[in-house]
């Protein structure tokens, strides 16, 4: 279905207006069925983020500066997010004791098995969304958003 008939109009919209739509619904579609992948693990697309940025660390903890840099979707609640992570005992924080404003945060046992599990969920979703592409057109659709 092109832009048009998804948004109901006769009218022939621009080229350059057409693209920014086409990134506008992918991004919406991509973000509501990763949304509805975790939550049955009820854990947020960011929160996710968080746990796949710590087990990257391999055991070596991170700080809250180091998960924003590298987090997909740059957010300055990054806080928030470890505090929920926390909460569901997925993470643990310390603070470090020569400087009080050092919090290094490390994934924990419990974190890494339930991420484990959004991964095989997570695997499938990606499998879905992109069932109609070839691995030829995938490379393709890569380098042209490297032109970004």
Same mark, same amino acid.
């Given at each position: ?5 998804q ?11 057409? %693209? ?5 619904? +992918? ?7 990763? @949304?509805q ?18 087990? $990257?660390q391999? $055991? ?20 928030r997010?470890v505090?929920?992570?926390? @909460?569901? $005992?997925?993470? =643990?924080? +310390?603070v ?9 945060? %490390?994934?924990?046992?419990? $974190? ?7 991964? +095989? ?9 992109? =069932? ?5 057109? &995938?490379?393709? &659709? /890569?380098?042209?958003? /490297?032109?970004?």
């Amino acid at each position: 279905m092109n832009v048009e008939e998804q948004l109901k109009t006769d009218k022939a919209i621009p080229l350059e207006t057409r %693209t920014i739509i086409h990134f506008m619904l +992918v991004n919406n579609t991509i973000n509501e069925q990763i @949304a509805q992948t975790l939550k049955p693990f009820d854990v947020s697309l960011q929160q996710f983020n968080v746990l796949r940025i710590l087990r $990257g660390q391999q $055991g070596k903890p991170a700080n809250l500066s180091t998960l924003n840099e590298r987090m997909v979707t740059k957010m300055s609640n990054t806080t928030r997010l470890v505090d929920k992570l926390l @909460a569901k $005992g997925y993470v =643990k924080r +310390v603070v470090c004791s020569s400087n009080r404003r050092k919090v290094e945060i %490390t994934i924990i046992e419990e $974190g890494n098995k339930i991420l484990k599990k959004m991964d +095989v969920a997570m695997k499938n979703t990606e499998a879905s969304i992109l =069932k109609n592409f070839s691995r030829e057109e &995938l490379e393709k &659709l /890569n380098n042209l958003f /490297n032109k970004f």
